[in-house]
Structures are given as structure tokens and as C-alpha cells.
């Protein structure tokens, strides 16, 4: 059994920032690629950030430069930090567990930016 969990999502104020969290009980974390996506009302989902089992980083060209994506194996945790929010970042945004050969899907965190 597999359970994804984020939180931290919330409303914040143009140029706010804002910290989510992703744990995963997953037995392997490590060995888990962990991403974060997000879905706007009427848009497809798409990829924000993810991270490898290696700590290699990938970024949407809208966020790079704004958001980190980071992970702490040892608390089976990967965390999303906004920074410099606008408008446009208000989706709901999910966590994502890749392994190799299941993915695992969060409920997902709203994040609301308000101009």
C-alpha cells in the first residue's frame, strides 16, 4: 500500500511565497524519481519540478529561477518551495512517486495567488 500526502498549499498574495510538502510511504523512497505537478482549471497537467533518486532537478521554464524542488530520504519527504508566486501559479498542485514501475498520485494542495 501506497500513500501519497502534500500539504502546504494555501492562499498567498502576488509575489508571496509559499513551502509544500510531499511524504511518500513508499518501503524505497530513495530509489523513487519525485515530482511535482499542477493542474489549472481547463488546463492539462503539467510538470513543475521533479527530482531524481540522484538529486538531479528538473524545472518548468515558468518556475525556474521561482520554485526549489528538494528531498529528504531519510524523512521520505520532497518538498516544493515558491517563491516570487504569481497569479498564473494557482492550480492544485500534486505529488508525484515514480518508480519503476507504478506511479503514485497525491490528492493534491491548492495554491491560490491573489494579485
Known amino acids: 500500500q501506497v500513500q501519497i500526502e502534500e500539504s502546504g498549499g494555501g492562499l498567498v498574495q502576488l509575489g508571496g511565497s509559499l513551502k509544500l510538502s510531499c511524504a511518500a510511504s513508499v518501503l524505497t523512497f530513495s530509489h523513487f524519481k519525485m515530482g511535482w505537478y499542477r493542474q489549472a482549471p481547463g488546463k492539462q497537467r503539467e510538470l513543475v519540478a521533479d527530482i531524481s533518486s540522484a538529486h538531479y532537478v528538473r524545472y518548468a521554464d515558468s518556475v525556474r529561477g521561482r520554485f526549489t524542488i528538494s528531498r529528504d530520504d531519510s524523512k521520505k519527504t520532497v518538498y516544493l518551495q515558491m517563491n516570487s508566486l504569481k497569479p498564473e501559479d494557482t492550480a492544485v498542485y500534486y505529488c508525484?512517486?515514480?518508480?519503476?514501475?507504478?506511479?503514485?498520485w497525491g490528492q493534491g494542495t491548492q495554491v491560490t495567488v491573489s494579485s
Open positions: 508525484q512517486a515514480s518508480g519503476v514501475t507504478s506511479d503514485y
